[in-house]
């Protein structure tokens, strides 16, 4: 017999055709219960995780209420200070504002842009907290150089908010006359005021 | 039977063969077939030689089942055997070699058959080889169309003394020179074997029914002795014995004739009773015909010296390859079910250790006792102030604000170092100042982005400042306010909190890649401004 010519084939085409059935369902039958197998692995292993973390959670429940208490107040205040939770732009105003008067400048003109994702965000590590930051241009005359430091060191201590200067531009202005109270300098700085999230809390 | 005899070992690989068949011995006078079942067969139904005995032998294998493997033995005058030494050789060589020689040997027959049997002891180690072949296919011609026909698969056709050679390892027999001599059907069988291995062997034609027939049997035996002598197989001085297989018991004559004329041959007669107890062959069908025993043998295993072409046993390979393909695809579907089988008896544990939440179990599952652990949780955390977050959570604030606090920066630290230098500069008037707290330094324009568009990230942020400024006075001396612009460099980039210090811009543009103009009149105020810029970099840690 040439081992395999046509009509041996063709004799033959019963039992290869059984054979090729066999191997098509079992290798159907073996893919699908690997695949489910696989599921429920990948379930069985969950649920060693969750275990795991319930035992970890449990083991440090002292941990944390210790944690709750040395912190809350604190987290309370930076509440009210409107760096954690929703944006409190009224306040910045206000702060503007104050600040502008208590140093005795010439106004504050303004402009806030819409809030975005803080990019130094990754080197303080949030984990599951967010930050935000918007970013405020401001424009103010000043009389000297010193009433610069003045504002921005008032606009701190107010409790406003939480910001940092970005940058800032000082330059000569023509005083005319060199009248007295009359800005010599113009100043434009760029702030950005940041504002933290907690988990499960929107953006609102 | 008191002859020498090999040692007896068990766990010979040819295993009697129990599997069902359909054994055949033609011979020119008559036909014998018998179904095996089960290792034994229980009689022979006989055809006569003739065109009346193939019809009965027709429809005899009508009857049989088809798929019953057929085996044939011949036993017939034109037969012809050659001991012979060829080059040792392997493989395709080998096939190619011994099959030139058989083409040699027998051109008129496609029934011819070559065994190894072993290596010469000389310094050659050539091949011996047992070359056989009927050389009358005619004989069998018409039976084995006959077996075709009836669509039944011939495993094979085999010389009835290579069947010989069965019985010599039944026995166990270790007699160097060994004549085995038996009455069949076709007359008188005489086969010699050399160390258990077949040499030679011949039929003579002797008519049983006469009474010189013992006679002339006890001639013939003798002759073969001289015949052995003549191709120089053996020696006349060598010791031969002679096995007389007397079925029917009726050669007890011969034997003591064969012994009583030759006294250097050692004569046994192997009796009827003797055969069915040690061959194992029922006695009836020992009884049923004079080839009956060599069915038998033939039954239990079937020689490697196989005679059929590969035309003939087509049927019966195809089949082997068919049953072949079914066990393959049998063992593949028992396999498949097994592992099957195991994965979802996993799977079923693992479920059972998911889901089942059952106080009675033996073992507690991980559901029920995350479900304890995370009530036992809540239960704790009644006891904590109410917050609202996490402790974590509440942690991560306090300490981002103050990372921020501490990571604030303000233009004062720069403009009071410039300040404390321009003290030292008087000749320097600074007409804007610009700073910046980012990964990038600041732009030459100084003017700080609109607001939405925050510093790029990435890279630790420093602080960096951007002084427009002029010599004042200046009267056209380019030198001097050059010398005054570097002095003032010079000292900022003394000062321990700068990194770097880059003059940006001079008054006058001495690259000699640029065009150059100007006026050279003497006198105050007619002679420009003296502008310059200047980059400043502060330390990252700052």
């Known amino acids: 017999m040439n081992a395999l010519d046509l009509h041996t084939l063709k004799t033959l085409r019963r039992p290869l055709g059984v054979l090729a059935?066999?191997?098509?369902?079992?290798?159907?039958?073996?893919?699908?219960?690997?695949?489910?197998l696989q599921s429920a692995q990948r379930a069985a292993a969950q649920q060693q995780n969750q275990l795991r973390e319930a035992r970890i959670q449990l083991n440090k429940s002292g941990e944390e209420k210790e944690t709750i208490v040395r912190y809350l107040d604190r987290y309370q205040y930076l509440q009210q200070l409107g760096f954690v939770g929703d944006e409190q732009r009224i306040n910045w105003l206000d702060g503007l504002r104050f600040a502008n008067r208590e140093t005795r400048l010439f106004g504050v003109d303004y402009q806030i842009g819409a809030q975005q994702p803080y990019p130094y965000a990754a080197e303080l590590n949030p984990g599951q907290l967010t930050l935000y930051q918007s970013v405020m241009k401001i424009n103010l005359k000043l009389l000297h150089e010193g009433d610069l430091m003045r504002f921005l060191g008032t606009l701190a201590r107010l409790g406003a908010g939480l910001f940092s200067v970005n940058q800032c531009v000082i330059e000569r202005v023509d005083a005319g006359d060199n009248l007295r109270n009359q800005p010599n300098l113009r100043a434009e700085c760029e702030l950005a005021w940041i504002t933290l999230r907690p988990p499960g809390e929107k953006k609102s | 039977m008191?002859?020498?005899?090999?040692?007896?070992?068990n766990f010979s690989f040819n295993r009697p063969d129990t599997g069902d068949k359909l054994l055949i011995s033609v011979s020119a006078r008559q036909v014998s077939a018998a179904h095996w079942r089960h290792g034994h067969f229980a009689g022979c139904d006989m055809f006569t030689y003739s065109d009346e005995g193939l019809a009965a032998f027709k429809s005899y294998l009508a009857e049989i089942r088809k798929s019953l493997p057929v085996h044939m033995l011949v036993d017939a005058v034109e037969e012809d055997y050659r001991f012979e030494a060829l080059p040792h050789s392997t493989g395709r060589d080998r096939s190619a070699l011994v099959n030139r020689k058989l083409k040699q040997h027998y051109r008129n027959t496609p029934y011819l058959s070559a065994q190894l049997r072993g290596r010469d002891a000389g310094k050659r180690r050539d091949d011996r080889y047992l070359f056989c072949a009927l050389t009358n296919p005619e004989l069998i011609a018409e039976w084995v169309q006959a077996v075709i026909e009836c669509d039944l698969p011939l495993a094979g056709i085999y010389l009835l003394p290579t069947v010989s050679q069965g019985l010599v390892e039944r026995l166990q027999l270790a007699q160097t020179n060994l004549l085995l001599v038996s009455s069949n059907s076709s007359g008188l069988r005489l086969t010699f074997l050399r160390e258990q291995t077949l040499r030679i062997s011949r039929l003579a034609r002797i008519d049983a029914t006469t009474a010189q027939a013992i006679k002339n049997y006890a001639e013939e035996i003798s002759n073969t002795r001289l015949y052995l002598h003549a191709l120089r197989v053996m020696t006349l001085d060598e010791q031969l014995s002679v096995l007389i297989v007397d079925s029917d018991d009726t050669l007890a004559e011969l034997a003591e004739i064969v012994a009583r004329d030759n006294p250097n041959i050692e004569c046994h007669r192997l009796t009827r009773a003797e055969i069915v107890a040690r061959i194992g062959i029922a006695a009836p069908a020992l009884d049923s015909?004079?080839?009956a025993l060599y069915l038998h043998l033939l039954g239990l295993q079937a020689p490697d010296s196989n005679l059929a072409p590969a035309n003939v046993t087509f049927g019966y390979r195809r089949q082997k390859l068919r049953r072949g393909i079914n066990a393959a695809a049998g063992v593949i579907a028992f396999v498949m079910a097994v592992m099957g089988a195991y994965s979802w008896y996993r799977i079923y544990d693992i479920n059972l250790e998911i889901k089942s939440d059952s106080e009675s179990a033996a073992r507690q599952t991980a559901a029920r006792q995350i479900a304890e652990l995370q009530a036992q949780y809540r239960e704790a955390t009644r006891q904590y102030p109410a917050a609202p977050t996490s402790g974590e959570n509440l942690r991560s604030a306090v300490e981002i604000s103050q990372k921020i606090g501490a990571t604030t920066r303000s233009p004062e630290t720069m403009m009071t170092i410039v300040s404390r230098v321009l003290e030292h500069s008087p000749a320097i008037a600074v007409k804007r100042f610009g700073w910046k707290y980012g990964a990038t330094n600041i732009e030459p324009g100084g003017k700080a982005d609109e607001p939405g568009f925050a510093a790029a990230a990435g890279g630790a942020r420093r602080q960096s400042g951007l002084i427009d400024g002029e010599v004042r006075p200046f009267r056209g001396d380019h030198r001097a306010a050059i010398e005054a612009i570097n002095g003032f460099a010079s000292l900022l980039a003394q000062q321990p909190q700068v990194a770097e210090v880059?003059?940006?811009?001079?008054?006058?543009?001495?690259?000699?890649?640029?065009?150059?103009?100007?006026?050279?009149?003497?006198?105050?105020?007619?002679?420009?401004?003296?502008?310059?810029k200047l980059l400043l970099v502060f330390k990252p840690t700052l």
């Open chain 2, 2 to 9: 008191n002859w020498p005899a090999l040692p007896k070992f």
């Open chain 2, 289 to 291: 015909s004079a080839d």
């Open chain 1, 21 to 36: 059935a066999v191997i098509a369902i079992g290798a159907i039958l073996l893919s699908y219960t690997d695949g489910e």
């Open chain 2, 502 to 532: 880059k003059i940006t811009k001079l008054p006058l543009n001495i690259n000699p890649a640029s065009a150059l103009s100007g006026n050279t009149t003497e006198g105050g105020g007619l002679a420009g401004t003296a502008e310059f």
